[in-house]
């Protein structure tokens, strides 16, 4: 019985320790891999998620309360009780404003920290007064939106590129859904992108959900809904296949890992947090500036 059990507890011990084999492309040089599949994007996700030992980094200009968007914030909180410093931030205009859903993500776990970027009049939800004043007298910040979309994972593995937190981003929306692209990158380029994150994180304008007008004070009135288990979550058997394959090393190596080319060179371009300077709707963003100018230095091929 004692051998068995030793057994059993090397046996348990073995899989508790398997790497996942994304972490393996991580070195001196550059990896990366294009993913196109709206549903490959999302089950790399949630495999980066589960397997995240220190620090996770989320940025979106949408975050939906749908079922990937729960479906995200499940992850995110089971890493956060797991010890994995999670930190993330949306952009305001364009992601939903429920003050329980809000109250309730504020306050799941002190390894959780979520902020807003640039929130109307310091509240999640104002009133649609609130938010026509703070058009009119105040249209140059308004107009400064965050579409960077980045997650990093324990310094090491990101991913960047057109998608949101949404159904629809990731084909699972039972109406439209769109065609998209990420770009899985492991190696040295990853803390760019972290220190860019960074600099949004620490922005003025951030503001954590927690420090709102009106998400506090539903904080202090209580009785919000707790989600814990995966039933609570309501994902409707939308991603019983791709929670299982999330797990399956061997399928993460063939579907990601072996995809991973080296590159001579990467370099990450982003705009910074503020970064229209100028009245009215002219910008002078880093990307806008940056393509403009390799549109005009081409002289065979763009590819895009």
């Known amino acids: 019985m004692k051998r068995i059990l030793l057994a059993v507890l090397i046996f348990l011990a073995g899989w508790a320790a398997a790497e996942s084999p994304l972490f393996d492309a991580v070195g001196q040089s550059n990896r990366v891999a294009i993913i196109n599949s709206g549903y490959d994007a999302l089950l ?47 952009d305001h205009i364009a992601s939903d404003k429920d003050l329980d859903l809000a109250a309730f993500v504020a306050t799941a776990h002190p390894n959780l920290e979520f902020k807003y970027y640039r929130p109307a009049a310091d509240r999640l939800n104002p009133s649609r007064l609130r938010s026509v004043m703070d058009l009119l007298f105040s249209f140059r910040d308004t107009n400064q939106r965050m579409h960077n979309k980045i997650i990093t994972v324990d310094g090491k593995i990101a991913v960047t590129g057109g998608r949101n937190i949404e159904n629809s981003y990731y084909h699972f929306s039972t109406g439209m859904n769109f065609k998209d692209r990420d770009v899985l990158v492991a190696g040295p380029v990853v803390k760019e992108m972290e220190a860019s994150f960074e600099k949004f994180w620490r922005y003025k304008h951030s503001v954590p959900s927690r420090e709102l007008v009106d998400v506090k004070a539903r ?70 500036d940056r393509l403009r100018k390799e549109l005009i230095s081409a002289e065979k091929q763009l590819v895009m």
């Not at 589960?50 to 909180?77: P, W």
């Not at 890992?257 to 300077?277: H, Q, S, T, W, Y």
Request: some cysteine; proline content about 2%.
């Open 44 to 90: 790399m996700r949630v495999h980066l998620f589960r397997n995240a030992k220190e620090s996770i980094n989320v940025q979106t200009f949408i975050l939906t309360d749908d079922e990937c968007g729960r479906l995200f914030m499940y992850e995110l909180i089971q890493a956060a009780k797991r010890g994995v410093k999670v930190r993330m931030i949306a």
């Open 219 to 288: 904080i202090q009135k209580g009785g919000f809904v707790r989600y814990n288990t995966w039933d609570e979550f309501r994902f409707n058997g939308f991603f019983d296949k791709l929670s299982r394959e999330a797990n399956d090393l061997d399928l993460m190596k063939t579907r990601f890992a072996a995809r991973m080319l080296p590159v001579k060179r990467v370099e990450f371009i982003c705009d910074k947090p503020g970064k229209n300077r100028q009245w009215g709707l002219a910008g002078d963003g880093v990307i806008t």
